[in-house]
């Protein structure tokens, strides 16, 4: 005990931390950040998940918005035998097809398909 009042009247902060309302509210303060469930660090870990599903949130309503522009060209069936002609090289009976690609498309397609893969 002796020991310890020699190192408080030798250095005088230590007198204010050996006050018990303050080693109360520096406890406090350690555990609030460290190690409760609730804490700043866990906040952090929260908060960057909510920015990305927000971030996602927002692709998938562009998304959304582009296929019921898409839904909606569709709709007349001029366009869907269109769209089935270009995407999925459907044809008509006794009709011939002939696919020419130029090697720039080739190469912007496959980049395109892999890139979504």
């Known amino acids: 005990m002796k ?10 902060f230590l007198k204010f931390l ?5 080693l109360v509210l520096l406890f406090f303060i350690i555990w609030m950040l460290f190690f409760d ?3 700043y660090l866990e906040h952090r870990v929260l908060d960057k998940e909510i920015e990305e599903i927000e971030d996602n949130i927002q692709y998938y309503k ?11 060209h569709l709709k007349n ?12 090289y459907m044809k008509r009976e006794n009709e ?7 090697e720039g498309e ?11 893969n």
């Open 37 to 39: 469930n609730y804490s």
């Open 96 to 102: 011939d097809i002939y696919i020419i690609e130029f």
């Open 62 to 72: 562009t998304e959304i918005k582009k296929d019921s522009a898409n839904i909606k």
């Open 77 to 88: 069936d001029d366009r869907v035998e269109k769209y089935a002609r270009e995407k999925y």
């Open 18 to 22: 050996a006050n018990r309302y303050v």
């Open 3 to 12: 020991k310890i009042k020699n190192l408080i009247a030798s250095y005088p």
């Open 106 to 116: 080739k190469k912007a397609e496959t980049e395109k398909t892999t890139s979504n």
